[in-house]
Structures are given as structure tokens and as C-alpha cells.
């Protein structure tokens, strides 16, 4: 495996009726046998269970990597099935009607939609030749994908191809949010549906809603230090320090951040230091730098900090002790940090700016925050295979993504199913299940999302979804900058202290179990660090993005939530239907008065249980609807299947 191509394997998986799913081939020619690697359930992988009941579909999934245990290869499979009838060479092997085959490419950078795109064409491109045999295009499809995949392109679109927020909003409604604020607690999450494509994607695209998380937060996700052996996990050598060894660091950290965000800058020259605390070279850096600190003596929470810092200082060299080492924040420099946080929550009434959080750097909010680690595991699908791995006692929880019931039916091993078929979220545990409740601020939030994402659909009556999500208010990225807006005011608000009425906005419950995870204990040591010269996320304003006094519009999406996502709703509202039914038929003997009176209970409940728009001034995209028009077509080029993939 060469570690500096992006493109590791193309790999050939398929199904025989005796041996059950099998490697069959690989470009390059594997250097081991898969069954002594950790790879050796690969093949589970690539053909899910279930995959015989569609015609073609595509399964994502992650691997630890071979050589170093704490990166993750990222793997798209292209599954596709044919009649036996239609080979051209047909093995003696081959007795049933049908040949089931995944084509499978193992990557080093998480781009999935957008190899998917190009190895769907090269996979039925593969299939239409009726001959396995002839693997020529799988090895030109290897080379083109290695010339055509750069690291920059986990900076652009293309890594959010496929992975539309928009579908998730729609299968969940408000209740995307209670799986955002899931996600971030570290529990056991399960998505479980029938079609593994859908089922993947909707995983990964909760996973991208965390800003810059899909990009450049899983390198950990599919390994980590188990109890005990095990054959799908790489064994970490004894002169290895593990992670789940150590306290997290705020140096090693920063060099983790800096390794990652000043990738680009490296290859120009340009320093570490430069780029995480110097501003951009630009002409106008010398009026720049005058504002930027101008709002540093400002800040009293910055300022707070350094005067706590420089009085730690005097004090230990005063006494003759050893100075405190920079990278090494104490409990008592904590919590300095936060004394004046209710005189600043009193100074910041309005709702905290959008821009100044979307636009904030990623190194001076501390993002990505480091969720998959520590025993956190990312995984879109899994076999039943992996079943051993999700019970070790090291696994503290995991986002994955499956096909077969059996992990649904063993609800010992979940704390939250997550049912693709009808967007349903079941959370097993009932003290969960309060403290992710999401308070009339969050419900506002939520609202917002659907309404604005549903008024975008509601534009193209005419049938043509050409143009369907491609605005701003509504679209992919609106949703995902919104998201990051709420984590962001999220983060910012659990710097404050207890009992603060911004804290009540977010659920104080929910955040005193967010303050629990690692990933926020090493964020909060992060942008905390003494060594910190710059105050990065204390720009921020604390408070929820819809905070606000109650309305009776708030009132009405209260109701509905309860109506629409408890079981005691959901059983309310099938008894009104079941009256409505009950009615109708009575009507049709009686007359027409009882009819009539149907009519106006339904339309009373529709009202009541379809919320309104509420007053949002702390979201972006309340302004007018925009037309968009129609661009004209280029007139479309036939061409090869290899030319259409690349």
C-alpha cells in the first residue's frame, strides 16, 4: 500500500454461493492476505447485508489503516448485480440466476460522493462487458483517480457531494437537531435502514453539520485501544503511548489543529506560528492589526486571563517556585476565567452576531472539535461482524450505520436508534431523553430550518427539481452555516458559570452533560490555554442564536413537537384520526351534519398542530423570497463511460 497515492486499492468483491463474499481482485495486487490483517471482514463490508434485494446501490465505511492504527482508510463500494445469462465467459462456479459484485476503492481522504460519482460509471461501465475478467478499465480508473484527487478538495464542495442537509431535514424535521445535540454527548448511536445508500449518506451527513469534521475529523474514528485482541482492530505496539493514555494536552492539540489547518500554508513556507497567530499578508494588514488588538482590550474576558496569568507568574518566581509551564492550565486559572461571565452576559442582551461566528477561524474557535477519539467510533455501515468490537469495554460509544435487524433487537449494546424508514429517534434512556429536550430557543431554531428549507421546495410547482435547493436561504450550505451559528453560540455559552440565563436557553442539563465528553474537555483546555495570545472564541457573545420572550407562536411549535415526536402525542393524534374515520362513516347515515362537524375539527387540528413562523432576529435568511432564474442549457455531448467518469 502506497501511503502517498490517495487512492490505495481498487478492489473487486464478490459473492459466491458457497464461500460467501470473497476478493476476487485488487489493483494494486494486496501485499498480505487480508484474513491475517484487520481487513479481513472487508468483503461483509462491501456487499451489505440485505444487498441481494436491490439492483445496485453504494456502501461507505471506514477501515483502521495498515500501516499507522491511528488513521482511517475511507472506502466507497459500487455493489451492482446482473443475470448470469447475460456473461459472456460464464464461470462453472456460477449456478445461480444472478452475480452479485462490488466494486470497491479504498481511500485515503473521506471525498466519498465524489468518487462515488465517477465509480458508479466505472462499475456499470465494468458490469456491461459481461466479462469479470476484463479488468483494464479498473486499472485505468486506479491511475485517473489518483491523478485527479488532491488534498484541496476537502476545501471545496466536492466533499459535501451527496450529502445533502435538505433530505435530512425533510426525514426529520425538528428533530435533526435532537441528533446534533446526540452526537455531540458521545453516546451509542445506531441508524438502521434497509437501503444502505440512504443509510450512509444520512449518517455522514450529520457528521458534517460539526464544522469541518467529515474534512478533517475521522482520521481516529475507526480505531481505537481495545481490552482485549481482537483480529479487526490493529494491535498498538507497547512502546507506544495510546491516547486513551494520556490527559488531553493542549500543546499536543495545537499541533494537531496546526497540523491541520496550515497544511496549504507549509507548502508555501509559511510557518506554523505565523499562520495560527500572524493575520493574512495582504496591504491593508497594518490597519488590520490596529483593529484586531483594539478589540482584544476590549475583551474582559482576554483581559481577565492575562492579568490572572502574569499574577501567576509573579507570584510563583516571588516564592521561589518552579514557574507553571504555559501549556499547563490550573484549576484555579479556569476558573478566573469565567469570574466575570454573568457581567458579561448582562452586557450582551442582543442575540451573539452570526458573522462573527461563521467567519471566526477555525484555530481561534478550536475546530474541528476532536469527537471521534478516545474510544468514539465512526463508522457508516457495519456487519454483523463487527459486533465483538461494539461490546469491548474500551468502545465508550459510536455513530454507526447498518442493514440487519439483529442490531436493533439487541438494545443493550444502543442508547438511541435511529430509524431510516420513518425518520424515527428512539431513545432508550429515559434520563437522556430529558436532558437532550430541546427548549422553546431550540424549537425556534429548528422551525426555522424546516420552514425556510421547505418554503425553498415549495417554489418549483411546475414538477422541475433542477433548480430545487441551490439558493442560499434553504440550500446545503445555508443549512450547515446555521448549524455551525448554534455550536458555535453553544460553545461559547458553556464558558459561562452556572445559572446564567443563557446557559437556560440551551437546556443547562444538556450542557452539564456536554462539559462530561472528552472532545470538550480538550477543546476547553484549548481555547483556554494561558499560552493563547489572541481570544478567539470570547469574541463571541454568549446566548442562544433565538433567544427571546414567549409568544404564542412558540406556544403552537411546542404543541406540535410534543403532538408529532412523543408517544403519547403520536397516540393522541392517531386517536383524532381514527374519530375523524369514525365520523365520516356515521355522517354518511345520520347526514350531513356530523360531516360538517368532521370538517371542522380537522381543520382546528391541522391548524394547532402545523406551527407557525416564529420572530427569529438572531437567524440569517429571514429577508423576502429571491427568484432565481432559469440559465440556459449547454447542449449535452455524448461520450465515453471512462470520459464521463473523469
Known amino acids: 500500500m502506497n501511503l502517498e497515492f490517495p487512492i490505495h486499492y481498487v478492489i473487486v468483491v464478490g459473492f459466491h454461493h458457497k464461500k460467501g463474499c470473497q476478493v476476487e481482485y485488487a489493483f494494486p495486487p494486496l501485499e498480505v492476505e487480508l484474513e491475517k490483517t484487520a481487513w479481513k471482514y472487508l468483503p461483509t463490508l462491501a456487499i451489505p447485508d440485505g444487498a441481494h434485494n436491490f439492483d445496485h446501490d453504494t456502501v461507505y465505511f471506514h477501515l483502521p489503516s495498515l500501516k499507522n492504527p491511528r488513521e482511517t482508510v475511507f472506502g466507497v463500494a459500487c455493489y451492482q448485480q446482473m443475470d448470469s445469462d447475460k456473461l459472456v465467459n460464464k464461470p462453472d462456479d456460477v449456478t445461480r440466476s444472478t452475480v452479485q459484485k462490488s466494486v470497491c476503492v479504498l481511500s485515503r481522504y473521506p471525498l466519498f460522493g465524489h468518487i462515488q460519482v465517477k465509480m458508479q460509471l466505472i462499475t456499470a461501465a465494468y458490469f456491461r462487458e459481461g466479462d469479470f475478467n476484463q479488468v483494464s478499465i479498473l486499472e485505468e480508473a486506479f491511475h485517473n483517480l489518483n491523478a485527479c484527487l488532491v488534498p484541496e478538495l476537502l476545501n471545496t464542495p466536492e466533499a459535501f457531494v451527496g450529502l445533502s442537509p435538505r433530505e435530512l431535514v425533510f426525514l426529520f424535521r425538528h428533530q435533526i437537531l435532537i441528533l446534533f445535540k446526540l452526537l455531540l454527548l458521545e453516546r451509542k448511536i445506531l441508524f438502521r435502514g434497509a437501503s444502505v445508500g440512504p443509510l450512509c449518506s444520512a449518517l455522514l451527513t450529520l457528521v458534517s453539520l460539526l464544522p469541518l469534521t467529515l474534512e478533517y475529523g475521522l482520521n481516529q474514528s475507526a480505531s481505537t485501544k481495545t481490552a482485549k485482541t481482537l483480529s479487526i482492530v490493529p494491535q498498538f505496539s507497547h512502546d507506544e503511548k495510546s491516547d486513551e493514555d494520556t490527559k488531553p494536552d493542549v500543546g499536543n492539540n495545537r499541533q494537531s489543529h496546526e497540523n491541520i489547518f496550515t497544511s496549504r500554508q507549509n507548502r508555501k513556507g509559511v510557518s506554523n506560528t505565523q499562520e495560527k497567530y500572524q493575520l493574512e499578508d495582504n496591504t491593508d494588514l497594518v490597519n488590520t492589526t490596529k483593529v484586531y488588538y483594539r478589540r482584544l482590550e476590549n475583551d474582559v474576558d482576554f483581559r481577565r486571563r492575562k492579568e490572572v496569568s502574569n499574577e501567576t507568574k509573579n507570584t510563583g518566581n516571588s516564592s521561589g517556585a518552579k514557574s507553571l509551564s504555559p501549556t499547563t492550565p490550573t484549576s484555579d486559572t479556569a476558573t478566573s476565567i469565567i469570574d466575570e461571565e454573568l457581567e458579561i452576559g448582562e452586557k450582551c442582551i442582543e442575540v451573539p452576531d452570526f458573522l462573527t461566528a461563521v467567519q471566526m477561524k477555525p484555530a481561534e474557535a478550536g475546530l474541528p472539535l476532536c469527537l471521534f477519539r478516545k474510544g468514539y467510533l465512526c463508522h457508516p455501515y457495519l456487519s454483523l461482524h463487527y459486533l465483538d468490537l461494539l461490546t469491548d469495554s474500551n468502545v465508550k460509544g459510536f455513530l454507526i450505520g447498518t442493514t440487519n435487524i439483529l442490531f436493533k433487537q439487541k438494545k443493550d449494546l444502543v442508547d438511541v436508534i435511529v430509524e431510516m424508514q420513518d425518520g424515527s429517534i428512539d431513545i432508550l434512556d429515559l434520563n437522556l431523553k430529558r436532558q437532550v429536550t430541546l427548549t422553546t430557543p431550540d424549537l425556534r431554531f429548528a422551525e426555522n430550518i424546516v420552514k425556510q428549507v421547505t418554503v425553498e421546495s415549495g417554489r418549483r410547482t411546475d414538477g422541475d427539481n433542477f433548480l430545487d435547493g441551490i439558493g442560499w436561504e434553504g440550500g446545503d450550505e445555508w443549512i450547515r452555516s446555521q448549524f455551525k451559528y448554534y455550536l458555535m453560540c453553544m460553545m461559547r455559552t458553556s464558558l459561562t458559570e452556572d445559572g446564567t440565563r443563557q446557559r437556560d436557553s440551551f437546556n443547562p442539563a444538556y450542557l ?41 407562536s412558540d406556544m403552537k411549535i411546542r404543541f406540535a413537537h410534543t403532538i408529532q415526536n412523543t408517544e403519547g402525542g403520536r397516540r393522541l393524534n392517531q386517536a383524532v384520526q381514527n374519530t375523524g374515520k369514525a365520523v365520516l362513516q356515521t355522517g354518511k347515515a345520520v347526514g350531513g351534519a356530523l360531516t360538517s362537524a368532521k370538517g371542522a375539527l380537522s381543520s382546528w387540528w391541522n391548524t394547532v398542530t402545523t406551527p407557525t413562523t416564529p420572530t427569529t432576529s438572531g437567524i440569517v435568511g429571514q429577508t423576502d423570497d429571491v427568484v432565481v432564474e432559469n440559465s440556459s442549457q449547454s447542449p449535452v455531448v455524448e461520450r465515453t463511460d471512462t470520459e464521463k467518469a473523469f
Do not use: A, F
Request: proline share 7%; net charge negative; with cysteine.
Open 512 to 552: 452539564n452533560l456536554w462539559q462530561e465528553t472528552n472532545h470538550w474537555k480538550t477543546w476547553s483546555n484549548y481555547v483556554n490555554s494561558e499560552e493563547r495570545d489572541t481570544p478567539g472564541i470570547y469574541n463571541l457573545c454568549p446566548g442562544h442564536p433565538c433567544d427571546g420572550g414567549m409568544s404564542v
